[in-house]
């Protein structure tokens, strides 16, 4: 299918005027007391109660994955997903003393920049405490899709952050020729990591973050899941404090 720069331009405004309104909400918690809500289905895990009040927000964002011949296999991947999603989402390496983040992202999602700046802080703040899982969801064509395979696959040589923080400072890699200069530059071994961008070991990868994202409903991007606390949207750096400290002085992990 051939997508015309009109509705590229179009579909663009539309998202960034979703995740603006997406944005609004929080800035009216301000340090309050914070109330959650249960996930159904999926214990212990519970979101703000005011962000389940606003889902409206993500049923707006419903279609920009486009048609879904293989729903049936996502659903069951899913619901494989809801028994344990616990490994999938922070790792095997999860210890009672640390608040595990997991992070679902997106090259292209207008906001995702700005939190990741407010995800450093906090874990500079607290570096023994916090723990940051990357998850990449694609949700907007190729260009996203290439990008999250050449940030799963520099994970398995150690270089995940690097390349993703030199693909965001750079025009959105669209094609083989520009992740091969990005890698060269980082010093990567390019042609494993070619390799590994269409492997299976990736394409399972990917395809336990749409999993997870599916359970949780993350229909767009930032996503993101402290401790047990699922949030959607942009949420700005104090309500991730308080969220964080509200995790630390649970008495058991949530995993």
């Known amino acids: 299918m051939t997508i015309r720069r009109r509705d590229v331009f179009v579909l663009g405004g539309i998202i960034a005027l979703i995740y603006g309104l997406r944005a609004l909400p ?22 703000l109660e005011l962000a389940a009040q606003t889902s409206t927000a993500n049923i707006a964002l419903v279609g920009l994955d486009g048609p879904l011949p293989d729903a049936g296999a996502r659903r069951a991947r899913m619901e494989t997903m ?9 790792g095997n390496s999860a210890s009672n003393s640390e608040v595990p983040i997991a992070y679902f992202s997106e090259f ?3 906001f995702c920049r700005a939190l990741e700046r407010d995800l450093e802080s906090l874990l500079a703040e607290d570096p023994a405490t916090f723990r940051l899982v990357q998850h990449e969801l694609p949700i907007f ?10 940030s799963v696959a520099a994970a398995r040589q150690g270089k995940q952050q690097e390349l993703r923080r030199r693909f965001m400072r750079t025009p959105m890699v669209a094609e083989e020729a520009s992740v091969r200069r990005v890698a060269e530059t980082l010093d990567l071994d390019v042609e494993q990591l ?3 961008m269409s492997s299976a070991g990736v394409q399972a990868e990917l395809d336990r973050t749409r999993a997870l994202a599916d359970l949780f409903g993350f229909i767009g991007t930032p996503g993101l899941v402290i401790g047990r606390t699922v949030l959607s949207g942009a949420v700005p750096l104090s309500l991730l404090r308080q969220i964080a400290e509200e995790e630390k002085a649970e008495p058991f992990p949530a995993c």
């Open 26 to 47: 929080w800035d009216r918690l301000g340090g309050s007391p914070l109330s959650y809500v249960d996930i159904e289905g999926v214990p212990p895990f519970r979101r």
């Open 82 to 90: 809801r028994t344990d999603p616990c490994p999938a989402l922070f």
């Open 141 to 150: 064509g190729p260009p996203s899709e290439l990008a999250a395979r050449a």
């Open 194 to 196: 070619l390799i590994d």
């Open 108 to 110: 292209r999602c207008p």
